[in-house]
Every structure is written in C-alpha cells, then in structure tokens.
Antibody, heavy 118, light 108 residues
C-alpha cells in the first residue's frame, strides 16, 4: 500500500527557518516524482514544485522559486520542503503528493499545518 | 503558465440531481492531461478523474469527465449526500502544473 506520511504541525515565528518532511512507503521511492501543494486557510490548492528522488531533479512554480527549497533523501525515502526565513503569509496547510502517469496525484500525504505568528 | 478557471464558484443542488462543473484553460492542455479532485473539510484532496475522462481506482461511475483542448467538464450524474464538497481541476500537460480555484458543491 502506497503511503505518504508527513511531519506534524509547526508553530513558528517570522524569520525562523523550517523543514517539513514527507516519508514514502509501499513503492519504489526513487522512481516517482513527489510534488508539494500549498493550501492557505480557506483557499484553494497551489502547485509549488516537484522533485524526482532518484536524481534530485527539481522543478519549481515561478510563484515559489526562491521562496522555498524542495529536497529529498532517498536513503530514508523522505522528501522535504524548507524555508530559510518564514513569513506570516507562509501560514498554510502543505501537502505532499506522489505522481502517477504524467503528473496527476493519486496519493497524498495527510498534510502538515504550518502557522507563522509573532 | 496555464491558468485554469472553474465555474461556477458555488453550485447549490439537491441530492439526486445532476451536477455539471466546468474547467476552462487559458491555453490548450496537451494530451488531455487534466485531472479532477474532490476535497472535503479537514481532508487531503482525492483524485477522481485523470486524462480528462478516466476514473481513478474506486471512484463510482456516477462521476464522469469529458473535454479536450481548453474546455473540460466534470459531471456527477446523481448526487449522493457524500458528494457535497469542493472540486478542483488540475492540468499536468505543461510546466508549471496548475490547479483551478475550485467549485464548491453545496446542498440546496
């Protein structure tokens, strides 16, 4: 059974750094792209970017390029999303999702809620 | 970048009725690389349709997708109480991938 298990909720202050995780199991982690999706409170889904854990090839949405870093550690089947300096506007639920086919998402993590507040 | 516009923003219907949701792309979506998702409060999105018209595993046949190019439709033939949720389309034919803003399907 394919599973994506994300790290828990975080409460941070503006300017702090953060790295959230997404651990895949039940499939070959290195051979499927993993994407990250943001959902701000009460809003829709926003595609942030993707990573291919096999070679760490990474693509970003222009809206998120330079704002976040996507990475993966294939030795522990885990993908990451990180910020070097959080803003209040980064408050959102963040989902990881595994690709199928050309890039639709049949498998989703449970979400990681990030709250940034002074 | 392809912008997806969903309509209507909110759709108010009763159980047993037919729902028709629209997703229009700002440019042609290559190879009908369009998916539909359902999201209920407090839950992750759930894949319903991929390749514009293929139902995902375990999705009831009352859900169907159609369209090509720039115009796509999700149809729910007979609404069940559990179908009231928010629906999103997503294109994966070009980079960056993108989602529509969502259609909320509410009980009338």
């Amino acid at each position: 059974e394919v599973q994506l298990v994300q790290s828990g909720a975080e409460v941070k202050k503006p300017g702090e750094s953060l790295k959230i995780s997404c651990k895949g199991s039940g499939y070959s982690f290195t051979t499927y792209w993993i994407g990250w999706v943001r959902q701000m409170p009460g809003k829709g889904l926003e595609w942030m970017g993707i990573i291919y854990p096999g070679d760490s090839d990474t693509r970003y949405s222009p809206s998120f390029q330079g704002q976040v870093t996507i990475s993966a550690d294939k030795s522990i089947s885990t993908a990451y999303l990180q910020w070097s300096s959080l803003r209040a506007s980064d408050t959102a639920m963040y989902y990881c999702a595994r690709h199928a086919g050309s890039g639709y998402y049949p498998y989703w993590g449970q979400g990681s809620l990030v709250t940034v507040s002074s | 970048e392809i912008v997806l516009t969903q309509s209507p923003g909110t759709l108010s219907l009763s159980p047993g009725e037919r729902a028709t949701l629209s997703c229009r792309a700002s440019q042609s979506v290559s190879s009908s690389n369009l998916a539909w998702y359902q999201q209920k409060p407090g839950q992750a999105p759930r894949l319903l349709i991929y390749g514009a018209s293929n139902r995902a595993t375990g999705i009831p046949d009352r859900f169907s997708g159609s369209g090509s190019g720039t115009d796509f439709t999700l149809t729910i033939s007979r609404l069940e109480p559990e179908d009231f949720a928010v629906y999103y389309c997503q294109q994966y034919g070009s980079s960056p991938r993108s989602f529509g803003q969502g259609t909320k399907l509410e009980i009338k």
